[in-house]
């Protein structure tokens, strides 16, 4: 994705995370942690699965990226209903 910023135009990588619902966990307590896979950093607790990792954008617009600390990959969470 390219981006301006300072007049400077940059390439950043985003990668879109596809989560699913766990339809066995009917109360929602169980949360798992997901890792950053380029440096395995912890990025952020959901429930369900991920069902895919892609790399790119959305084909939906969605507006809240996570940036990994480590090596500011950027991250985009859809959940399917």
Known sequence: MKVKIKEAIHELQV???TLSHDLDDIECTKM?????PRCQNPLV?????????????????LPV?????????????????
Request: with cysteine; glycine share 4%; hydrophobic share 35%.
């Open 32 to 36: 798992y942690m997901f890792f950053c």
């Open 15 to 17: 990668t879109h995370v």
């Open 65 to 81: 990226y996570i940036k990994c600390p480590n090596c500011k990959n950027l991250y985009s969470f859809n959940a399917l209903i």
């Open 45 to 61: 607790q959901y429930q369900g699965y991920v069902v895919s990792i892609m790399p790119g954008k959305s084909p939906i617009p």
